[in-house]
């Protein structure tokens, strides 16, 4: 189902003629899952409504967890453990 909101009228309009935007709704198909079940690489959030995203990454065998990557800066990433629950589906 999609919503739709407003845009805003021309100046010489007045508010006499709206026309309307048609937008998903945010995260109608996101699902959560643990890591684990992940494939890599796929994008991922810890929380479903985290604007912070990661990608899935390799298995870190010193530490036994899985290396997730932040999406918007590269040198950073975080350690997770297999059975943490994370959401997938998302719009990004």
Request: net charge positive; proline share 4%.
């Amino acid at each position: 189902m999609e919503r739709k909101f407003p845009s805003r009228p021309a100046a010489n309009d007045a508010g006499r003629h709206w026309t309307f935007l048609l937008l998903p709704k945010r995260n109608e198909t996101m699902k959560a899952m643990q890591l684990k079940d992940v494939k890599r690489g796929e994008y991922i959030k810890r929380k479903p409504e985290a604007n912070k995203v990661f990608t899935k990454g390799e298995y870190d065998r010193e530490f036994k967890k899985y290396r997730c990557d932040d999406h918007d800066d590269i040198s950073r990433d975080i350690l997770l453990r297999g059975n943490t629950t994370v959401y997938v589906g998302f719009t990004y």
